[in-house]
């Protein structure tokens, strides 16, 4: 029992961190209706950023987390208004290219700067041992619940409460609406990218905490696209459940199901497993926005 | 206040839909645009609102001047701060959101939150059965409040001049009216200008001052509503009613259109 607990408990906290990245891809998806496949690839150059500035130059948590931010928040900007821009009005193909481009620039500079080897900052992360009775969550975890629960509640306050997020949402819906109501919908497009970066490289320092960064840390990505898929494409609040859902999957047909296996492996085809069994019956996810029907 | 002079739209760089239209609109007045499927009435709206860009149209030809400033080379939001305000065609409510956040978008770039509120209300009086339905997901309400919903989304923008193309569209003949009634409410209450394509010419010419009937790109016949409203060859196309004021059957309506050419 403690066993499953533990499993659940750090599962619950790594789905946390993957409904974070997947609320990135979302936004994506929802603004300029295409697949980001870079999502993945920031998420592994935030691991290697959060390496550099814990390990590196030894900062502290909190400001290696603000200065990736600013980083991640220049580069969104950069990305959209330098690649993403001159493709408004083409063919979503495009749009999806550009990202499949953007992930090889990414992970080329990554190999460029870190070599892309194994890096590894365990044990640096402040501690912050939670015990409850028997289980015992280790600090990686908890700082990542934490955290991404935190970016997770202000990302959805943003979105829900403000102007910004009105126009967001707005945009998400009809362009030509937006634009003829005097919104920019360049800058809508220019801060989705910027959240999209941010939220990456955030979930990439609190999931390089726990596992390490490697170049296939970008196969999160994949996660994110599951998460979303598994929530609904377009929405934003199912992400969450979505994420602690796979998470807690994860985390359990790791403890229970691999070592049945000669080689294991299994824990991370399961989620999709899942995800492909839920899409039969729900075909718009757990939670996502069907297309309004009036009768 | 608008000037339209002689424009020219291609689309896609090969498609000629606009020949040389040209009508002016004053502070003030409603300004039909009426013709069949395809005369370029909706193109008409999009080249001064701008959105023809997001179409891969092109103004090619001729000017548009709104308040003395020439327009046709402004994206669109820049347009839209001038103070025209687009109500597209076919009910584009956002809708997936309120009824309240649909009039908010309207109202995104201004900054004047007490009087966001006063007009909020003024649009509520104006459409009451809007306001039992703010806290709504607006894709649920039936076609005649969309309507007024996406009205009041372009009036909450406090336009000078609003672009509406086709409110009659697919609704029933009453709820047409109660719209049209509420159109020049407004425009009498706030002397904001209309420029309103239609293919309900009746209904059109009921409220407006000036009527323009296109067909092919080109305005082809023109003048005051109240001429148009007993113009033969109006009445004969647009009305479905003969001279002598009986109806008339569509196959003698079609044998008339071979022959006509009625170019000014």
């Not at chain 1, 953007?102 to 590894?120: A, D, F, R």
């Not at chain 1, 999209?196 to 970008?218: D, H």
């Not at chain 2, 004969?236 to 259109?257: D, L, N, P, Q, V």
């Amino acid at each position: 029992m403690t066993f499953f607990l533990q499993l659940v408990v750090t599962g619950f906290a790594l789905g946390m961190i993957y409904a974070l990245v997947a609320i990135g891809f979302i936004i994506i998806l929802k603004n300029s209706n295409a697949f980001n496949i870079a999502q993945g690839h920031f998420v592994m150059l935030g691991g290697y950023l959060g390496y550099t500035f814990l390990i590196v130059f030894g900062m502290p948590l909190w400001a290696t987390i603000l200065c990736t931010m600013a980083i991640a928040a220049l580069g969104g900007i950069v990305i959209e208004r330098i690649a993403l821009r001159p493709l408004i009005g083409q063919p979503i193909i495009s749009i999806i290219m550009m990202t499949i481009a953007l992930s090889s620039i990414i992970e080329g500079l990554v190999t460029l700067i870190w070599g892309g080897e194994y890096k590894t900052y365990h044990g640096v992360l402040p501690t912050l041992t939670i015990t409850v009775s028997k289980i015992s969550i280790p600090s990686e975890p908890t700082i990542g619940l934490l955290v991404s629960a935190t970016a997770v509640l202000i990302l959805m306050l943003f979105y829900h409460y403000t102007k910004m997020g009105l126009a967001m949402r707005a945009t998400a819906e009809d362009l030509q609406v937006v634009q003829s109501m005097g919104i920019k919908a360049t800058t809508v497009y220019s801060l989705s990218w910027v959240i999209a970066f941010v939220v990456g490289v955030l979930g990439g320092i609190l999931l390089g905490a726990i596992s390490g960064v490697m170049t296939p840390l970008a196969e999160i990505g994949l996660k994110a696209f599951t998460v979303a898929l598994l929530g609904g494409v377009n929405s934003i609040g199912g992400a969450i459940p979505a994420g602690i859902i796979i998470g807690i999957l994860e985390n359990l047909s790791a403890g229970y199901l691999d070592p049945l296996l000669p080689r294991g492996g299994l824990a991370s085809v399961f989620p999709f497993i899942v995800m492909l069994i839920v899409l039969i019956f729900r075909p718009h996810g757990l939670f996502g926005l069907r297309k309004v029907e009036r009768i | 206040m608008l000037k339209v002079e002689n424009i020219n739209v291609v689309y896609m760089k090969v498609i000629q839909v606009l020949k040389g239209i040209s009508f002016d609109l004053e502070q003030g007045q409603i300004v039909t645009l009426l013709g069949p499927n395809g005369a370029g009435k909706t193109t008409t709206l999009k080249a001064i609102s701008g959105m023809l860009r997001t179409e891969d149209g092109e103004i090619t030809g001729g000017s548009i001047h709104f308040n003395g400033k020439r327009i046709d080379s402004l994206i669109p939001e820049e347009i839209s701060l001038l103070g025209i305000s687009q109500v597209m065609e076919g009910r584009r409510i956002l809708e997936h959101m309120t009824v309240e956040e649909n009039l908010l978008v309207g109202a995104y770039r201004r900054k004047d939150k007490s009087e966001i509120k006063e007009d909020m209300e003024k649009i509520y009086t104006w459409f009451p059965r809007l306001k039992d339905m703010r806290k709504r997901v607006s894709g649920y309400l039936s076609g005649g409040e969309q309507q007024m919903l996406v009205i009041g989304r372009a009036l909450m923008a406090k336009p000078r001049l609003m672009l509406l193309d086709e409110p009659s569209l697919g609704l029933a003949p009453l709820l047409v009216k109660e719209i049209y009634e509420i159109i020049k409410k407004i425009n009498r209450e706030t002397s904001m200008s209309i420029l309103l394509v239609e293919q309900n010419a009746k209904a059109a010419l009921e409220v407006a001052d000036y009527g323009y009937v296109l067909e092919n790109g080109r305005i082809v016949f023109g003048g005051p509503a109240s001429f148009l409203k007993d113009n033969d060859i109006v009445k004969e196309f647009y009305m479905g009613i003969s001279s002598s004021g009986e109806r008339k059957s569509f196959r003698e309506t079609k044998a008339y259109r071979r022959k006509k050419r009625w170019f000014f």
